[in-house]
């Protein structure tokens, strides 16, 4: 199992230095993959120039959007903002797309929040056919060229989904699936795995989904409020009640249990995990990876 690490891109005490310290050390290994989330409403560095600047900052960790709100973007935009960090990463780019579920963010862009999953599949079929082609066809102006040419022939996409009919749609086009558990539960993630590959196979997919799972952890002094803190905020969006709930029922706030959970999703069959960090402290970094190392799992 690959194991993958998100930049703290909620953090306000992120600046420039901070950032170049958690690319630079995660590059370092033993992280498969760098990501960055995307979020509009509340305090957050922008995505795409976040994994632009990891991009450059790096030469060996994949470079992964986490996830694009894809329908919040107009297609060929998206396509050539990829097919550009695909460029800057020197095919580095693995990207995770979804709908999201925070209807303020698309508000405020001016997107609509209907149809968005029909939306979406449109979406991934043009963005292709732009990689594909370079081209893209429009009733205003025809075939028109759009670059650049991505350095990798396929760009792979993951699909940020966990419903079930979210997830049949995904497995019309997605390489697989990223099901995040919150607090890295095993069996809800062997859940969401088992249901991706349901789909698949009714879908009459030959291959099985690469699976990626993750969740939110801290491991810096005082962790156990860091976290919690962390996940009521992430969450306050969607009721008081439901993130007080659920920020008081994380527990990956010490070395043995993160190590734990890590183990129990590679047991699971996970092909991938995204660790979160709960802060933007680079301790959070470097315990993590001692932690991996002495344990032997990276």
């Not at 930049?7 to 310290?21: A, F, H, T, V």
Request: aromatic content about 8%; charged content about 20%.
């Amino acid at each position: 199992m690959k194991i993958s690490l998100c930049l703290p891109y909620m953090e306000k005490e992120l600046d420039r230095s901070r950032i170049l310290q958690w690319c630079k050390r995660a590059d370092e290994g033993p992280f498969h993959a760098i990501s960055c989330g995307e979020r509009i409403t509340g305090y957050t560095l922008e995505m795409r120039n976040m994994l632009a600047f990891a991009a450059a900052a790096t030469e060996r960790v994949r470079i992964v959007p986490s996830l694009y709100v894809l329908p919040m973007h107009n297609a060929v935009w998206a396509a050539k903002e990829i097919a550009t960090l695909d460029v800057l990463s020197g095919g580095r780019v693995s990207v995770v797309v979804g709908v999201g579920g925070r209807e303020a963010d698309y508000n405020t862009v001016g997107a609509s929040f209907t149809r968005r999953h029909q939306r979406m599949d449109q979406q991934i079929a043009e963005m292709r056919s732009i990689w594909q082609s370079g081209y893209h066809d429009s009733e205003q102006d025809g075939r028109v060229e759009v670059g650049p040419t991505p350095v990798q022939q396929h760009i792979p996409i993951l699909a940020g989904v966990m419903g079930e009919k979210p997830m049949a749609r995904a497995a019309e086009w997605a390489d697989g699936v990223y099901a995040f558990a919150m607090d890295g539960d095993a069996s809800l993630t062997r859940h969401f795995k088992r249901m991706a590959e349901q789909k698949w196979q009714q879908a009459g997919r030959q291959q099985s989904p690469y699976f990626a799972g993750g969740f939110w952890f801290s491991l810096v002094p005082g962790s156990e409020q860091i976290l919690q803190n962390y996940v009521y905020h992430y969450l306050l969006t969607f009721g008081e009640e439901q993130a007080k709930q659920t920020a008081q029922s994380m527990t990956r706030h010490s070395n043995e249990a993160v190590a734990i959970a890590v183990e129990a999703l590679a047991e699971v069959g996970c092909d991938e995990l995204f660790m979160v960090p709960a802060s933007a402290e680079v301790a959070e970094l470097e315990q993590l990876q001692t932690l991996l190392q002495r344990a032997g799992i990276a």
